[in-house]
């Protein structure tokens, strides 16, 4: 052990800046970073990556031989295939975004022991993306007929899908901007306080779905995540370090955890409570356990003696928690024609569990879930008109402006710039006023296509089955020809897509 620390400590101690190239800040931060701090990792990337292509050999192993000759997809529950069909491509490209993040930190940060964490990082995130695509052919190759196709959208749409953009909207922030900044959006909130949720918490709930394959892929990246953890203890340790750097760290820290807290708590109750059969705990629970207890408990609490404290809006968020997911869903179910899966209608069952977990659920949410199974079968009438109309979107984070429930919604309409602007809430509008520039290119799904018709959106982004008639999303389970929509049914709605916020008088309240 004393030759490998002492291997360990001459290789950092070869770096260097080569003579012939001027020194370029190719990715400036205002934070000022200790030249020497604890490493990290400790690891010798030949050692590292021995490690790291053992795990993928069990991985890749498992699933191209025992899981894929049981026929394990079809075994998987349906309405849990829905969930991942948007889940992977998500949570992949948050994967892409990290890469590029920890590559900026390598260019930014001259700290030999900290660069050393992160190009093995960076080699993880590689790893995970490739990870992730691959489990995502998986279940497009294997899954049952019916199902396969819509896993082959979720990366094409991401751009162009109402939920999968504001998911690109929240992860982008792991490589726009000062690369500190960067680094709490990815290191210190999304991989310390959201990776647990996500993949340990969801890990558990595909077994009890039939699925065999995802807990595979899940834990093997989350055994890398522990190291970025540290990679994020150490890069926050270096910069609190230097009394200088501590009053943007907080403002960036508050800004980081509202970022990350606006998509990915909204978007798990939906893919976590809305997608299971049988369910056991609801995310609310595991949220107030990995994020209430430990991240804020264990994580953060232990460095408020260096001056970080825990983020400014982080009672907000658990306050709003309780509800927001449940009405981000309602916005999921009633533009279901928009996306490439099908989200199934919640059974008389589904409404108990509701209940016991969310008291109150059934009053405020129960009449639309009751509206949605009615409107299930083709010709039985429009689903976006479940909504007086549909809710404006946050210039910021994208989601709708309804949050944290329908007759309660915080949204704020404001002009700037001759536009019209919606925040779903106080502090992504402060978000905003900091830096405008930074949001006001990023158009909203409503502003990309607002006067399509409906029909029209579906035809140009590829929404329909091999026919070419039968719509890729359907608002149930069913495989009854008769249950089925087409494009025709669709045309009969004569549905525009339109931007809310060109009404005038659009302040969106609840007839």
């Known amino acids: 052990m004393p030759n490998l620390i002492e291997a360990h400590e001459r290789v950092k101690g070869f770096e260097w800046s080569p003579s012939y190239e001027a020194k370029r800040d190719r990715y400036p931060t205002r934070y000022k970073i200790p030249p020497k701090t604890k490493d990290p990792f400790r690891h010798l ?46 949570v992949n490209f948050g994967e892409y975004a990290a890469m590029k993040c920890v590559a900026q930190l390598i260019d930014t940060v001259e700290n030999a022991e900290l660069r050393q964490g992160y190009m093995a990082q960076m080699i993880d995130e590689v790893r995970h993306t490739n990870q992730q695509m691959y489990l995502n052919r998986y279940f497009a190759k294997h899954s049952p007929e019916g199902e396969c196709e819509g896993f082959a959208y979720g990366m094409k749409l991401k751009g162009t899908n109402l939920f999968g953009r504001a998911g690109r909207n929240a992860f982008e922030t792991f490589f726009v901007g000062d690369p500190i900044e960067c680094a709490l959006n990815l290191q210190v909130v999304a991989e310390t306080a959201y990776t647990n949720p996500f993949f340990v918490a969801m890990t558990e709930v595909a077994a009890m779905q039939g699925d065999e394959a995802t807990p595979s892929v899940f834990l093997s990246v989350q055994s890398d995540e522990s190291r970025h953890m540290a990679n994020g203890y150490s890069t926050l340790a270096a910069v609190v370090s230097n009394e200088d750097n501590l009053p943007q760290l907080q403002a960036d820290f508050d800004r980081a955890f509202w970022r990350q807290h606006a998509f990915i708590d909204p978007f798990m109750v939906g893919v976590y409570d809305y997608f299971q059969e049988g369910r056991s705990a609801s995310y609310l629970e595991k949220w107030k356990e990995w994020i209430g207890e430990d991240w804020v408990g264990s994580y953060i609490s232990r460095l408020e003696p260096f001056g970080l404290k825990a983020p400014r809006w982080l009672p907000l968020a658990e ?24 989200p199934p209608g919640l059974s008389d069952a589904d409404f108990e569990w509701f209940e016991e977990k969310y008291p109150g659920w059934y009053d405020h949410y129960g009449w639309f879930h009751e509206g949605y199974r009615e409107l299930s079968a083709p010709g039985s009438g429009n689903p976006f008109l479940l909504f007086s109309s549909m809710p404006p979107l946050c210039r910021v984070c994208q989601m709708p402006c309804i949050f944290p429930r329908l007759d309660i919604n915080t949204v704020r309409i404001r002009e700037h710039a001759g536009r019209r602007h919606a925040f779903c809430s106080e502090p992504c509008e402060f978000i905003f006023n900091e830096d405008p520039g930074r949001y006001l290119g990023y158009k909203t799904f409503w502003e990309l296509f607002d006067g399509w018709g409906l029909d029209e959106y579906i035809v140009k982004n590829g929404l329909l089955r091999a026919d070419g008639k039968t719509l890729l999303a359907q608002p149930h389970l069913s495989d009854d020809p008769k249950m089925l929509w087409t494009i025709d049914d669709i045309r009969a709605l004569d549905h525009e897509i339109r931007d809310p916020l060109k009404d005038a008088h659009c302040e969106y309240v609840v007839e």
């Open 45 to 90: 990337i030949r050692d590292y990556c021995s490690m790291e292509q053992e795990k993928d050999d069990r991985q890749y192993g498992a699933l191209e031989d025992v899981l894929a000759r049981s026929n394990a997809p079809a075994h998987v529950e349906r309405r849990w295939l829905q969930m991942l069909k948007i889940a992977i491509p998500t």
């Open 319 to 342: 306050e709003r928690l309780y509800w927001s997911g449940h009405t981000a869903a309602m916005v999921g179910y009633a533009g279901w024609p928009l996306v490439y899966w099908h």
